[in-house]
């Protein structure tokens, strides 16, 4: 199961754009508390407090959508925002009301409603002020579609942490999960094990260029989808169709034709060529 990462954040995002920029929010309906609380944290108080907080939003007019690597972030005629996270099978669908949505957004002039799907409830809603989504930028990362480059120069230059991780760590590059970076080291051919230390400044520009590269394409063809990633208008992605070695352990590398190995790097399984990448 695959988590949105930035191109299918992205493909989502545009949309909500042209379909809901300048409309005004005329109803929130939350289904499932958990929406706002969260799994653990889900007490009458804090589900009441974040309730009264979304519910200030209603009337206000949606100025623009952005994105904070993997998340949206709608911003407000009041100067508030509304971040949403779709964590694992977190979806929105503009539509009619749907029976299976954790939360619902009704819009004046606007028929359809921006349903919150999300099977294994794992995303969440998180109203914020202008002061707490500046706090969360400065723990993020640099977006990875603006920056091309990746950060060398960083206080960890001398990280023995492994290439593959440290591009999932969302506080040193914003918006890259396993698929893209699976993808951008292969182009690269750079090893996934390689320890961040490890990488010259030649190997800094082929991964930072290869992963501009990769998740353009991504966002060109419409994010992918392997199981629960739909757009807004609940069309599968076709971004999948165009990967490289993603997924495909145990078969021909598309360059050397050596079989694709596969391995476990902090919990997540990468696919890597033995003979391609170094």
Known sequence: MNMPELPEVETIRKALNVHLKGRRISGI????????TGHGRNNGSSFENAERQLHRMIGCTIKGIDRLGKSLIFKLSSKDFL?????MTGRLVLSRPLPSARG????????????????????????????????????TGPDALQHWEVPRESARKESRAKI??????QGFIAGVGNIYAT?????AGIKPQR????LTRDDFRRLGRDLGRVLEAGIRHRGC???????????????????????????ACPVCRRILQFTRISGRGVTYCSRCQH
């Not at 320890?195 to 490890?198: D, G, I, M, Q, R």
Request: hydrophobic fraction near 35%.
């Open 164 to 169: 593959h991780a440290t591009l999932l760590d």
């Open 83 to 87: 971040l949403m996270s779709l964590r």
């Open 104 to 139: 619902r957004f009704s819009f004046k002039g606007e028929p359809r409603v921006l349903n919150f799907i999300d099977r294994r409830r794992l995303g969440e809603l998180h109203p914020m002020s202008s002061e707490t989504l500046n706090d969360l930028r400065k723990r």
């Open 29 to 36: 309906d939350i289904i499932d508390p958990t929406l706002l």
């Open 225 to 251: 989808t392997f199981d629960s990633y739909r757009d807004l208008f609940n069309r599968s992605g076709r971004a999948q169709k165009y990967l490289n070695i993603y997924g495909k352990a145990g078969q």
């Open 183 to 187: 993808e951008a080291l292969f182009r």
């Open 195 to 198: 320890t961040f230390k490890s």
